[in-house]
């Protein structure tokens, strides 16, 4: 019996994404949360032939708390894709302004009514909404890191793809031997190519002029959707994918299943100084920074390990060179986050 709850279920990433869900057997229960169309998204989804029930929760005003407080009670896990998208010309970045105060007020909710549900966030600018969330939860007394995620998978389904196409391999026999590490947005997104003998011998024959724009394209492929859909949005069925392979993981996990069972498992932005050994590597590797994204072991919903890319894989000098850039932007963007909440009553 798994309760899932997405916030912002009405939008462009929300709608795909809680039709995955309900396809998925796991899910007993799967609660809709939106500003708006929340109940009409559920009706539709309702009559689809599979186990879930599937329930609308809309605020019937501004002050209304009860539709939050019903989607969330006895949630298991929360999917947050609440929020604005991309324009033409924007960064993740220019969306803290709008997007910092949807997370921390959902993520207060989730943290009143459901201190124990795991959270995945998707909602950008995704290198600051999860520090948000990490110190919105501090501050109620219920953070518990192994189970607060950033949604990063978007990274490497897109290197998956990239990289397939480059060395003509199926994209999706790519899964888990690839990694992405780091952040969510442009050169904070490192992708980490050189996993296993099979694959580092094709990769061996990319030109630097390819693996150059192999590099560039994961870091800024999102931008060609932005570009291309013109102005109404960024990624979402792509996103929506991606964000259910994640959660997929997350209920496999709670079902019992390794998520280390065939190759590297998905990376996540997590906040390292909580997960095993997570400190201790980040200030051997990474300057001490708290939150990056890195391949994770799941156990019972909960991060049980993440896998050390530099120990793990085989590193080359470039890669070292995109990980050191990468932090550069991360510092940055995880000060905004854990300023805003500070800065906030
Ligand atoms: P959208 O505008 O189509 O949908 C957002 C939904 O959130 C809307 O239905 C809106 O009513 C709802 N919403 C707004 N405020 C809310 C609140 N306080 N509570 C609950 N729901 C609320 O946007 P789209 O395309 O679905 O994108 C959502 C977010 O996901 C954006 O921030 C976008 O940048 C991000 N994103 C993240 C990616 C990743 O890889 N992590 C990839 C693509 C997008």
């Known amino acids: 019996m798994v309760k899932v709850t997405v916030c912002g279920a009405a939008g462009g990433i929300g709608q795909p994404l809680s039709l995955l869900l309900k396809l998925n057997p796991a899910v007993s229960e799967l609660a809709l949360f939106d500003i708006v169309n929340a109940k009409g998204v559920a009706a539709d989804l309702s009559h689809i032939n599979t186990p879930a029930v599937v329930t609308g929760h809309q605020p019937a005003n501004k002050e209304d708390k009860t539709a939050i407080v019903d989607a969330l009670k006895g949630t298991d896990l929360v999917v947050i894709p609440a929020g604005v ?53 501090k501050k109620l007394g219920v953070f518990n890191p192994g189970k607060l995620f950033g949604v990063t998978t978007l990274d490497s389904v897109r290197a998956e793809t990239f990289l397939g196409e480059l060395i003509n391999v199926n994209p999706s026999q790519l899964q888990g031997r690839i990694s992405v590490v780091g952040g969510h947005s442009g050169d904070t997104i490192v992708p980490l190519i050189n996993v296993t003998p099979d694959v580092s011998a094709k990769v061996a024959n990319i030109s630097k002029a390819d693996y150059d724009k192999f590099v560039n394209r994961v870091q800024f492929g999102g931008d060609e959707v932005v570009k291309a859909k013109n102005g109404a949005g960024s990624a979402t069925l792509s996103m929506a994918y991606a964000g259910y392979r994640f959660a997929a993981g997350v209920l496999n996990s709670l079902g019992g299943a390794s998520t280390s069972s065939s190759g590297v498992p998905d990376s996540s932005y997590v906040y390292l100084p909580g997960v095993p050994g997570g400190k201790e590597f980040s200030a051997k590797y990474l300057n001490g920074v708290d939150f990056f994204s890195v391949p994770i072991v799941l156990e019972n919903g909960v991060i049980k390990s993440f896998i050390n890319p530099f120990e793990h894989m085989k590193i080359t000098q470039k890669e070292q060179e995109l990980v050191k850039v990468a932090l550069g932007g991360l510092e940055k963007s995880i000060e905004q986050g854990t300023n805003f909440v500070k800065g906030s009553k």
Not at 118 to 132: C, D, E, F, M
């Open 85 to 137: 998208p991309r324009k033409p010309g924007m960064t993740r970045a220019d969306l803290f302004n709008i997007n910092a105060s949807i997370i921390r007020d959902l993520v207060a909710n989730i943290g009143r009514t459901a201190p124990n549900a795991a959270i995945l966030i998707i909602s950008n600018p995704v290198n600051a909404t999860v520090p948000i969330a990490a110190e919105v939860l």
